[in-house]
């Protein structure tokens, strides 16, 4: 079955401290791949997106992931974490012969402690 | 600026009551979806439109409805036959061109009294 999978449903990091979340899909072809970030009682915005080309994606607020193909995966990193970054992030794959729908991981909530 | 918006921001439903949430945007994006939100279950598919006029079934679509008169509009409607309808509903749209992100509103929050 085609999934998106965050294995990781709480992590807390020291401020300052590095930051990686994982995020594992399986579907047949390549899909385009997205970070979201939620604050609580908002919506979802848009942190970054990987469609072909450099595996290594730039986005907002200092956030970077790496589609590696092998493994299936685009995890989402950040060199140092700012208290501001305490959310939820999800990571969505999109699939265009399916009518542009979007299958969502289930998020993973970051705390950021001083 | 550009966006979506939707409204009411809270919404309370009476058992057995339908309710409306709307969802407006001015993007001139072709593609609307809807997705309810619970705790530890991330965004799950309600329905979707393409086009106006035209809109399909996503994963939960029992005790849903839609419509697409216009293409900035797409109002979900959360009819009594949804028994467990609490949950957090976001609104989405996108461009159909290319692989374009999907675009979020700021949710509709739905409880029962």
């Known amino acids: 079955a085609q999934s998106v999978t965050q294995p990781d449903i709480h992590i807390t990091v020291s401020e300052g401290a590095s930051l990686e979340l994982r995020c594992n899909y399986s579907y047949g072809a390549t899909p385009y791949l997205f970070w979201y970030v939620q604050s609580p009682g908002q919506g979802l915005q848009l942190l970054l997106k990987y469609f072909s080309g450099d595996t290594l994606v730039q986005g907002i607020k200092g956030f970077e992931a790496e589609f590696k193909r092998s493994q299936s995966s685009f995890n989402l990193r950040k060199p140092s974490v700012h208290w501001s970054d305490a959310a939820e992030y999800f990571c969505?794959?999109?699939?265009?012969?399916?009518?542009?729908?979007?299958?969502f991981g289930t998020g993973t909530s970051l705390t950021v402690i001083p | 600026d550009g966006g979506i918006t939707q409204s009411p921001k809270y919404l309370f439903r009476k058992e057995g009551q339908n309710v409306t949430l709307s969802c407006e945007q001015n993007l001139n994006h072709d593609a609307m979806y809807w997705y309810r939100q619970d705790p530890g279950q991330g965004l799950r598919l309600i329905y979707y439109s393409q086009i106006v006029n035209d809109f399909q079934k996503g994963d939960i679509a029992e005790g849903y409805s839609v419509s697409r008169e216009k293409k900035e509009s797409f109002p979900l409607t959360v009819t009594s036959a949804q028994k467990n309808p609490t949950a957090f509903y976001l609104c989405a749209s996108m461009l159909r061109v290319g692989h374009q992100p999907q675009h979020f509103g700021d949710g509709t929050r739905l409880s029962i009294l």
């Open positions: 969505a794959v999109g699939l265009a012969n399916t009518g542009n729908q979007f299958y």
